[in-house]
């Protein structure tokens, strides 16, 4: 079945920098796209970076020149890196990706608060 595990949201200062990574099994990683979404309190959900299976890349407004997506097809792995990260990027961040349906990670919390 499929399985998403998101790691290394954390505390962090305004200005710092964060990686998040997600661990994909029980499909063909390389061939789908990845995303990772966010949720902040009182908030829907929101799309904010996606990767294609060729690597093209899509950013939100709000992180464009300050997020990175990037994945490793032979780890089976997507990352976010993070950086100039303000207090308006706190929201729990889930990794996703439609095979068949769409599937979510259980989500890994980032804070950003002096």
């Known amino acids: 079945q499929v399985q998403l595990v998101e790691s290394g949201g954390a505390p962090v200062l305004p200005g710092g920098s964060l990686r998040l990574a997600c661990a994909a099994s029980g499909f063909t990683f390389s061939m789908r796209a990845m995303n990772w979404y966010r949720q902040a309190p009182g908030k829907e959900r929101e799309l904010v970076a996606s990767i294609s299976s060729d690597g093209s890349t899509y950013y939100t407004d709000s992180v464009k020149g300050r997020f990175t997506i990037s994945r490793d097809n032979a780890k089976n792995t997507v990352s976010l890196q993070m950086s100039n990260l303000k207090p308006e990027d706190t929201a729990v961040y889930y990794c996703?990706?439609?095979?068949?349906?769409?599937?979510w990670g259980q989500g890994t919390q980032v804070t950003v608060s002096s």
């Open positions: 996703s990706v439609v095979a068949g349906t769409r599937y």
